[in-house]
């Protein structure tokens, strides 16, 4: 042989025990910062695959409308009552919003149940 000796089981325990801190930083990174992460990005591509004719949606850039036309990646929104047509990317959808005949007719019926 050449004179080299093998660790020992001291070397090893060492070098296990240097890396370690690491190892657990690596793995607590994954499940409070890169876990979560990947199940809201999720939710979020399924809310937005899931958007048909008719569902009242909100963009990032703030806008609210109801769709009107769904071509691939591309939506056609209305977005008042005079109707004006908006064209958006999927992707620019924030979420879905309550359809807004329910939240006017709500404080309506909130007054009469008051008197």
Same mark, same amino acid.
């Given at each position: 042989?050449?004179? %080299?000796?093998?660790?020992?089981?001291?070397?090893?325990?060492?070098?296990?025990?240097?890396?370690?801190? $690491?190892?657990?930083?690596?793995?607590?990174?994954?499940?409070?910062?890169?876990?979560?992460?990947?199940?809201?990005?999720?939710?979020?591509?399924?809310?937005?695959?899931?958007?048909?004719?008719?569902? %009242? $949606?909100?963009?990032?850039?703030?806008?609210?409308?109801?769709?009107?036309?769904?071509?691939?990646?591309?939506?056609?929104? %209305?977005?008042?009552?005079?109707?004006?047509?908006?064209?958006?990317?999927?992707?620019?959808?924030?979420?879905?919003?309550?359809?807004?005949?329910?939240?006017? %007719?709500?404080?309506?019926?909130?007054?009469?149940?008051?008197?």
């Amino acid at each position: 042989m050449n004179g %080299e000796s093998m660790p020992g089981a001291g070397e090893y325990l060492t070098m296990i025990a240097n890396f370690a801190p $690491i190892v657990i930083l690596i793995v607590l990174f994954y499940f409070l910062l890169i876990r979560p992460q990947r199940k809201r990005d999720k939710a979020e591509r399924e809310m937005r695959n899931s958007i048909e004719v008719g569902d %009242e $949606i909100s963009t990032i850039g703030g806008f609210i409308g109801r769709v009107v036309n769904i071509k691939d990646d591309v939506l056609i929104i %209305e977005s008042s009552n005079d109707r004006t047509k908006l064209k958006i990317y999927r992707w620019a959808i924030r979420g879905k919003e309550a359809p807004a005949t329910e939240t006017v %007719e709500a404080p309506k019926e909130a007054n009469k149940d008051a008197k």
